[in-house]
């Protein structure tokens, strides 16, 4: 197994942009010194998450997480050490070195299915844009009967999945991945009239490429073609990826990455249904555009939209399930705290036909058009302020509203909510809160996580703060901090006592981190965003040194517990001095 180079590693490490690498994951916004956003780990409101763009490196208060690039990564998207690393040399275009052979670390399962992936969508790319009769007549659909260009389906990735995979193009799948591993992946099949065979599960389809938030293909999703598509499978219309290790439908959306990218600040992401909708949605310069992946849009897919702190445009499908997969929407959109609006499109009319039609200019007329949570509700199931409706009809159409108006997390908003609709129904405001109270009773908030502090106030962890962000007052440190007035107990000292150790051998805090664990690197990288105090620090400094040995002093007397010898008479003695000088 070959070993990344030291002097290799820090050297990319120094390239590696940490707010970049974080920002595929939140919304990050400068606050003092700092970047902060949301918690990338947990859902919460308060913004307990920081990168310091000095030191690169992360820490999140909710979750307690603390690191650099290459632990966000394991973190996150589950890779090993040496997949972290790779990934981001290939991110920055950083040549790696290795100690030992230049072969890569054998992959881990989860790198084995995005190798597979990433094979994959090239041999589709290389297909669709082949010399081949199939190939030809796959870039008519796309250009004459789906009105895109062949610039496109470049940029998207569009592909081609063979008719017939047997002979020389399954054998190279064969021979490059265990078997296991293909069948793992959701690309490959194993036939019930020959187990020992395997096939591919998308034959003869235009095929999308879906990627994570890193901009990883970790799915597909393949469309029948007239004349390529074996008959008996043109009855799927749609056929995408099953769930897998990478690929879990409920939390991806497509284009996630695009269109984190293309935001601004004040933007809103552009919700549409299908992948489709989406690439025109990009092709007419509506570059935020993002679409659910087979599946309705869950709470998990408007959590991941507000980790980036900004809200949401939703293109409804001027039909029925549109409206309807609209008004499931809303309580996931108010559960996650993220501003929602809705953008209805002509009856029968989806995104991709209306903007071939209207060009990117026509998001203006939906926009004049945009209905706020509670109309969309007050529309869909009081029409007229139910003016008209049977008294038990209204009230169960005021139960599902104000059901809906209960998902929120924040009680302002709740009534902010109910005012809105106490205007939009003519209801008065306080019969609308009793029957909320009665109906939706508020969820309870989760804790706001505290802003970042000043120094530590403890002794052991204001030395170790010291001697981790003073390189001037290191060897001070290591002169008058003596091993044996540390507390091994005491995860602060026997930090303190690790790196003043490794300082001794020539070795820095920096590069001494990479040997602690996970619990003492998120101990350390919590005091390394504690902001910097010039004032009386000598004088804290000394205090602190005092308080390490008096304690130290404390338990040797304790030690001596009620021993009454001479020897023991003559300790205490010395160690009562001790405290005294």
Same mark, same amino acid.
């Given at each position: ?115 597979i992936h990433e094979r994959a969508a090239t041999l589709f790319r290389e297909t669709f844009f082949g010399p081949t009769a ?33 002979? +020389?193009? #399954?054998?190279?799948?064969? *021979?490059?991945?265990?078997?296991? &591993? /293909? ?5 490959? !099949? %194993? ?121 949401? +445009?939703? #293109?409804?499908?001027?039909? *029925?399930?549109?409206?309807?997969? &609209? /008004? ?5 959109? !108010? %559960? ?28 203006r007329s939906l926009r004049e058009r945009a209905l706020s949570p509670v109309e969309l509700l007050v529309e869909a199931h ?200």
């Amino acid at each position: 197994m070959p070993w990344i180079s030291k002097t290799s590693l820090r050297a990319l490490m120094e390239r590696v942009d940490m707010a970049e690498v974080a920002g595929a994951y939140v919304s990050l916004r400068r606050c003092g010194s700092m970047l902060r956003g949301l918690s990338p780990f947990n859902e919460e409101r308060t913004p307990s998450f920081f990168v310091n763009p000095v030191r690169n490196i992360f820490k999140c208060y909710s979750s307690g997480h603390g690191g650099n690039a290459i632990d966000l990564l394991r973190l996150k998207e589950g890779m090993t050490f040496v997949e972290a690393v790779e990934f981001l040399a290939k991110k920055y275009n950083f040549p790696l070195e290795f100690e030992k052979s230049s072969g890569l670390a054998e992959e881990s399962p989860r790198g084995l299915l995005l190798a597979i992936h990433e094979r994959a969508a090239t041999l589709f790319r290389e297909t669709f844009f082949g010399p081949t009769a199939q190939a030809h007549s796959a870039r008519l659909y796309w250009t004459q009967k789906r009105k895109f260009t062949l610039d496109c389906a470049e940029r998207c990735g569009i592909g081609l999945a063979p008719s017939d995979w047997r002979g +020389e193009i #399954l054998e190279k799948f064969l *021979r490059a991945y265990p078997r296991k &591993a /293909l069948l793992d992946s959701g690309l490959f !099949l %194993r036939p019930q009239a020959h187990p020992d065979r395997i096939m591919p599960r998308f034959r003869g389809r235009l095929t999308l490429p879906i990627e994570d938030g890193l901009g990883r293909v970790i799915a597909f999703s393949g469309r029948a073609l007239a004349g390529i598509t074996h008959p008996i499978e043109t009855e799927t219309k749609y056929l995408n990826s099953p769930e897998t290790a990478i690929f879990h439908k409920s939390s991806v959306l497509f284009g996630l990455a695009r269109a984190r990218q293309a935001l601004q600040e004040g933007a809103s992401f552009l919700l549409t249904e299908g992948p489709l909708d989406c690439i025109r949605c990009w092709e007419c310069g509506l570059s935020t555009a993002v679409a659910a992946q087979g599946t309705a849009i869950t709470a998990l897919h408007m959590a991941t939209l507000h980790r980036y702190g900004h809200g949401v +445009e939703c #293109l409804l499908d001027g039909d *029925r399930p549109g409206r309807a997969a &609209a /008004l499931r929407l809303i309580p996931h959109a !108010l %559960r996650a705290g993220i501003a929602v609006q809705f953008l209805p499109l002509p009856d029968g009319m989806d995104p991709d036909e209306f903007f071939l039609r209207e060009g990117g200019d026509g998001i203006r007329s939906l926009r004049e058009r945009a209905l706020s949570p509670v109309e969309l509700l007050v529309e869909a199931h009081l029409p007229n302020g139910g003016a008209n409706f049977p008294l038990g009809k209204r009230q169960v159409a005021l139960r599902q509203i104000l059901t809906s108006i209960g998902a929120a997390q924040s009680r302002s908003v709740e009534w902010e909510l109910l005012e809105e609709l106490s205007r939009k129904t003519a209801i008065p405001l306080d019969a609308l809160r009793l029957d909320h109270l009665r109906w939706s009773p508020m969820e309870s908030l989760a804790n706001s996580i505290p802003p970042v502090g000043g120094p530590p106030v403890r002794s052991g962890d204001y030395l170790l703060w010291l001697f981790l962000c003073r390189p001037e007052l290191r060897s001070t440190l290591a002169e008058q901090v003596l091993p044996e007035w540390l507390d091994e107990s005491a995860v602060e000292d026997r930090l303190l006592n690790y790196f003043i150790g490794e300082f001794g051998n020539g070795v820095g805090p920096e590069e001494a981190q990479e040997s602690l664990g996970d619990e003492d690197r998120n101990h350390v990288h919590g005091l390394l965003f504690l902001a910097s105090d010039e004032e009386n620090l000598s004088d804290k400094l000394e205090q602190c040194l005092n308080g390490l040995h008096r304690r130290y002093v404390t338990r040797q007397l304790m030690a001596l517990g009620n021993d009454d010898s001479e020897e023991a008479s003559r300790r205490r003695t010395e160690l009562r001095q001790s405290i005294s000088r």
